[in-house]
């Protein structure tokens, strides 16, 4: 699946921003339907970790403790796009977000950068104090 994140930006401690990833089908025909989404970050000098994830199969949705309350993950099916919806934004929110596709469902695979297959391109987040 090719994915094109955007919403990125500058915004004060406390501000919101909403992140949009489109997908389209991939080579393999794979559709947004039968794709779970994810969203990461990656800070400079850091790992990229996990932030949510919506399950395709089951439409559960979960989060990182430091964003859990904040931010909130949703699917547009008719627009082929999932969307981070974050609220009360941190400095420590800082990063640069990706979206991601996987073809597993549960918890522990959806929470893991291995289990994705198809990655976009990232959207710069800065949150100033």
């Known amino acids: 699946v090719q994915l094109q994140a955007s919403g990125g930006g500058l915004v004060q401690a406390g501000g919101s921003l909403r992140l949009s990833c489109t997908a389209s089908v991939d080579s393999l025909g794979r559709t947004f339907r039968t794709s779970s989404m994810g969203w990461f970050r990656q800070a400079p000098g850091k790992d990229r970790e996990f932030v949510a994830a919506?399950?395709?199969?089951?439409?559960?949705?979960w989060y990182a403790d430091s964003v859990k309350g904040r931010f909130t993950i949703s699917r547009d099916s008719a627009r082929n796009t999932v969307y981070l919806e974050m609220n009360n934004l941190r400095p420590e929110d800082t990063a640069r977000y990706y979206c991601?596709?996987?073809?597993?469902?549960?918890?522990?695979?959806?929470?893991?950068?291995?289990?994705?297959?198809?990655w976009g391109q990232g959207t710069q987040v800065t949150v100033s104090s």
């Open positions: 991601a596709t996987s073809p597993y469902y549960t918890y522990s695979d959806l929470t893991s950068t291995h289990k994705y297959d198809s």
């Open positions: 919506m399950s395709y199969r089951t439409r559960s949705t």
